[in-house]
């Protein structure tokens, strides 16, 4: 029988033993200090800061950013957890004061037919992901991270990008493929398998060797050094080779911790072989604080998706006029600033784009 969303959602309950509802919140869904900080991400909470946090002994100012942090990481670690999305909502809605907390549904919501002919468009303009390069929105921001996972690539770096689900991560990862088809001398080798909390450090050298028609020894001394003289006559031919992992979070920790192994081969000068790039959650960057972390979190770059409403206006045009429709035709100044408001990803915009032309719809009928 399929796992059934999980459903247990109990108000705080003051005499239930715990200070804050928070502090009730952690202790019901048996959430460690230290799991709690990383959930945090790389806010500066350290696991000190998140237990005064659940004792409300921090600063109102404190306070409200931690409470922000958690109030956009939460829900990811929830569904994580199993839990069903419209128990988060209601569970988190409780937790979080008004305002707080931005519900993590909304449900897919598409235009029909009948819609997409009303307002003139050619298609639902949210309802599939950029079909080519020139159909992606690239903001300054975005082209920022796009230039950091270049520059790890040519220069063999090491860099982990973070944002939240439908922060447009796929995205970017089609737009850096696409460039590596059209520039061989740029290689980025995608270990992928069903269950990522179990690949191995030699399972991503077999998947390195057969990117390239290699031959895979069978014993792990002789199939690194395979690896290595691979990347060494690819560094010679002028061939820059970077290791990327979508859902980096997924990975087991003895297998992060070897990707300092893997970034460190060469020729045992300035030469180095392979970078690595790694794609996650925002949880990823609290679970690097940890001590066991290192070595990696002194030599990773962090780069984080852009803040998607300094530009939400523009994409919202983008992808409009994509679908044959005109931003300024279809909603007022007004409606477009809501909109952009409330929207936290593009994923989000979307559906309350499509939501708000709906109602539109809907109200001018409704007159007649």
């Known amino acids: 029988m399929p796992n059934q969303p999980k459903s247990n959602v109990r108000a705080f309950d003051p005499d239930a033993g715990a200070t804050s509802s928070l502090e009730a919140f952690r202790l019901k869904h048996g959430i460690?200090?230290?799991?709690?900080?990383?959930?945090?991400?790389?806010?500066?909470?350290?696991?000190?800061?998140?237990?005064?946090?659940?004792?409300?002994?921090?600063?109102?100012?404190?306070?409200?950013?931690l409470r922000s942090v958690l109030?956009?990481?939460?829900?990811?670690?929830?569904?994580?957890?199993?839990?069903?999305?419209?128990?988060?909502?209601?569970?988190?809605?409780?937790?979080?004061?008004?305002?707080?907390?931005?519900?993590?549904?909304?449900?897919?919501?598409?235009?029909?037919?009948?819609?997409?002919k009303y307002f003139g468009l050619a298609v639902d303009p949210f309802a599939h992901p950029p079909q080519s390069r020139d159909e992606v929105f690239i903001s300054p921001g975005l082209q920022e991270v796009i230039d950091s996972i270049f520059d790890a690539v040519q220069y063999q770096g090491f860099v982990c990008v973070t944002g939240d689900i439908g922060s447009g991560k796929s995205t970017l990862r089609a737009v850096v493929e696409e460039r590596c088809e059209r520039d061989r001398n740029?290689?980025?080798?995608?270990?992928?398998?069903?269950?990522?909390?179990?690949?191995?450090?030699?399972?991503?050298?077999?998947?390195?060797?057969?990117?390239?028609?290699?031959?895979?020894p069978r014993y792990s001394v002789r199939r690194g050094k395979e690896v290595k003289e691979l990347l060494a006559s690819l560094y010679q031919d002028g061939v820059r080779v970077a290791l990327g992992f979508d859902e980096c979070h997924r990975l087991n920790d003895a297998t992060l911790?070897?990707?300092k192994n893997f970034l460190e081969m060469s020729?045992?000068?300035?030469?180095?072989?392979?970078?690595?790039?790694?794609?996650?959650?925002?949880?990823?960057?609290?679970?690097?604080?940890?001590?066991?972390?290192?070595?990696?979190?002194?030599?990773?770059?962090?780069?984080?998706?852009?803040?998607?409403?300094?530009?939400?206006?523009?994409?919202?045009?983008?992808?409009?006029?994509?679908?044959?429709?005109?931003?300024?035709?279809?909603?007022?100044?007004?409606?477009?600033?809501?909109?952009?408001?409330?929207a936290t990803t593009p994923l989000s915009l979307g559906n309350i784009a499509n939501e708000a032309m709906l109602i539109s719809m809907d109200e001018f009928k409704n007159t007649q």
């Open 32 to 65: 460690s200090l230290s799991a709690l900080s990383q959930i945090c991400g790389i806010e500066g909470a350290s696991v000190g800061s998140v237990h005064r946090l659940t004792k409300n002994q921090l600063s109102p100012a404190y306070t409200m950013q």
């Open 186 to 216: 740029l290689r980025i080798v995608w270990p992928e398998f069903f269950d990522m909390k179990n690949v191995s450090p030699m399972q991503i050298a077999e998947t390195i060797l057969r990117s390239f028609d290699a031959e895979v």
């Open 267 to 342: 020729s045992g000068g300035f030469k180095r072989y392979l970078g690595v790039l790694l794609f996650g959650q925002p949880i990823f960057e609290g679970r690097l604080r940890d001590r066991k972390f290192r070595e990696l979190i002194e030599r990773v770059e962090m780069v984080r998706m852009p803040d998607f409403q300094e530009t939400a206006d523009k994409y919202l045009a983008h992808r409009l006029k994509l679908a044959g429709g005109d931003v300024k035709q279809l909603f007022d100044a007004d409606a477009v600033k809501l909109i952009c408001s409330q």
């Open 71 to 116: 109030a956009r990481n939460l829900p990811k670690y929830m569904v994580d957890q199993g839990f069903d999305r419209s128990e988060i909502d209601k569970e988190l809605s409780q937790l979080f004061e008004e305002g707080e907390y931005q519900p993590m549904i909304s449900q897919r919501i598409a235009l029909s037919r009948k819609a997409v």
């Open 257 to 259: 911790s070897s990707l």
